[in-house]
């Protein structure tokens, strides 16, 4: 299968390499093509990766890495459906924080038949295909209201009273009840997405990926699961 990759903020494709690279191979890094992409602004590094990867490392963002400016948040969901669009088809998409809202957002305004302009066509609306047949979401956060980001408005999405689900696709939502940089934002972003199509595992790691012991096996479970219902059309 051909997964787009996401990295978070503050950090870069290689960032998101090093982190899923035990459920990577775990997968059979042969049996499947991942696509990482690097956001477009120069960003500062997040907490600890100039530990890690050296004090030069360059690293970036999708968007105004304070959500606060709705053109740049919509820039960057146009760039990804633009991306998609060029570049695809893609089986799944792998999201870590940023890139987990970023294709949670792009996935809900699909889903909703709002119409994304891109440079050589729309996204959307009434009978276009989703951009992805599942998701991984790894330390995800709330996605954005792209109806409202056209108006100029940033608004984030949080689960509604109706529990009415806004994706409908085979999802891992992979959380840490430690993450103490975003805290709390694992079960809300369940409670967007069908309950039918939504796994969660919840892990230890904090704002990061498992990467070995029983954290990584249930994260494993998951994934090979959705993998499956993809592969057969479910």
């Known amino acids: 299968m051909r997964f787009l990759c996401l990295h978070g903020l503050g950090t870069n494709t290689d960032v998101l390499k090093a982190q899923t690279a035990s459920l990577r191979y775990r997968l059979g890094d042969d049996e499947h093509e991942y696509?990482?992409?690097?956001?477009?602004?120069?960003?500062?590094?997040?907490?600890?990766?100039?530990?890690?990867?050296?004090?030069?490392?360059?690293?970036?963002?999708?968007?105004?890495?304070?959500?606060r400016s709705a053109s740049s948040i919509l820039d960057a969901v146009t760039d990804l459906a633009d991306y998609v669009t060029s570049n695809g088809p893609y089986d799944g998409v792998i999201g870590f924080s940023q890139g987990a809202v970023l294709a949670a957002t792009l996935i809900i305004a699909v889903e909703s038949n709002l119409t994304i302009r891109t440079a050589d066509t729309a996204v959307g609306p009434l009978g276009r295909s989703p951009p992805f047949q599942c998701a991984i979401f790894l330390c995800g956060g709330l996605p954005f209201d792209v109806s409202a980001l056209q108006e100029g408005t940033v608004v984030q999405l949080t689960p509604q009273p109706d529990k009415k689900a806004l994706m409908h696709l085979p999802v891992v939502n992979c959380w840490a009840h430690n993450d103490m940089d975003y805290p709390g934002m694992g079960p809300?972003?369940?409670?967007?997405?069908?309950?039918?199509?939504?796994?969660?595992?919840?892990?230890?790691?904090?704002?990061?990926?498992?990467?070995?012991?029983?954290?990584?096996?249930?994260?494993?479970?998951?994934?090979?699961?959705?993998?499956?219902?993809?592969?057969?059309?479910?």
Do not use: M
């Open 188 to 234: 809300p972003l369940s409670q967007l997405c069908s309950a039918a199509d939504n796994l969660e595992v919840v892990h230890s790691a904090g704002h990061g990926v498992p990467s070995e012991g029983p954290d990584l096996e249930r994260l494993l479970v998951a994934v090979t699961a959705i993998l499956n219902r993809v592969s057969k059309g479910e």
């Open 35 to 67: 696509d990482f992409v690097d956001g477009s602004l120069p960003w500062p590094p997040a907490p600890g990766i100039q530990e890690v990867f050296g004090k030069h490392v360059d690293c970036y963002s999708y968007f105004d890495g304070e959500g």
